[in-house]
């Protein structure tokens, strides 16, 4: 059944987001804390190796050694463009603020739960690939892997953050609903070097996610997302003038 894969991924999102919210009073602040700083180091320890792809002989080989760097700031500048354009990152801690109203009345980090784990469960190959085979029939491993690394991580960002971690979930229903959707009326249409790319932005990304958490800087990574629809076809653009 054609969304299977991201179905398992949400239900996934929620339980290890309601775990992680029925255990996290337990912690206390400094534990809390600890936990989010580990987050964090553990995502950008995720980003340098997502970045690593740029160097990778099969990107170099295709579009050469200079060449990458302009697929990737094309893609952020151009992407941020569109993403700040959009609101994105507004209107996502806009729906958080909805969210927190209506369900969880005073609870201090839900908004922030919500925003950093829709954007971190969102960001990535697994769930654009993991869609776009789920749509062409060609399985859900990608998307079980992901739901398996996102319900423990789920369970991790919750203890911190509370229940705003699970209804990110909400985030990743639609934002893979739509890649299957286009795997689905497209089929594969990008190849090694074009998912290359996206996972370079997309590490990025994370990298932008892991300052966050880390209190060092905030980012509006949401006003990025746009850049990841980007870097496949600004491979193909590097190649006409590689």
């Not at 987001?17 to 029925?22: D, E, K, P, Q, R």
């Not at 302009?70 to 958080?96: C, D, K, M, N």
């Given at each position: ?41 553990i ?17 170099i ?40 109203k ?55 960002f919750?203890a ?21 959707g ?17 996972t ?10 892991s ?7 905030h ?8 850049a ?12 006409y003038?590689?």
């Amino acid at each position: 059944m054609i969304g299977f894969g991201t179905l398992i991924n949400v239900v996934a999102i929620i339980a290890g987001g309601a775990i992680g919210s029925l255990i996290g009073h337990r912690f206390s602040p400094s534990l809390r804390t600890l936990t989010t700083d580990v987050l964090g180091l553990i995502t950008a320890v995720s980003a340098a190796l997502s970045v690593s792809v740029i160097t990778s002989s099969n990107v170099i080989d295709d579009i050469g050694s200079t060449w990458p760097i302009f697929v990737v700031l094309f893609s952020l500048l151009i992407g941020g463009f569109i993403g700040s354009a959009l609101q994105v990152e507004l209107r996502l801690e806009s729906l958080g603020e909805t969210l927190k109203k209506r369900i969880s009345g005073s609870e201090s980090n839900f908004v922030m739960g919500f925003v950093t784990a829709s954007l971190v469960f969102c960001i990535g190959p697994l769930a654009i690939m993991g869609s776009f085979d789920d749509a062409m029939g060609l399985g859900i491993d990608k998307l079980v892997l992901k739901s398996t690394l996102d319900f423990f991580a789920s369970i991790a960002f919750a203890a911190s953050f509370g229940w705003g971690v699970a209804f990110s979930a909400i985030s990743v229903g639609v934002y893979q609903a739509i890649f299957t959707g286009l795997g689905f009326a497209l089929g594969n249409v990008w190849d090694n070097v074009q998912v290359s790319a996206l996972t370079v932005v997309g590490g990025l990304l994370l990298f932008g996610i892991s300052l966050k958490l880390l209190n060092i800087r905030h980012i509006a990574i949401g006003n990025l997302i746009p850049a990841l629809f980007l870097a496949p076809y600004a491979v193909v653009l590097a190649r006409y003038f590689a």
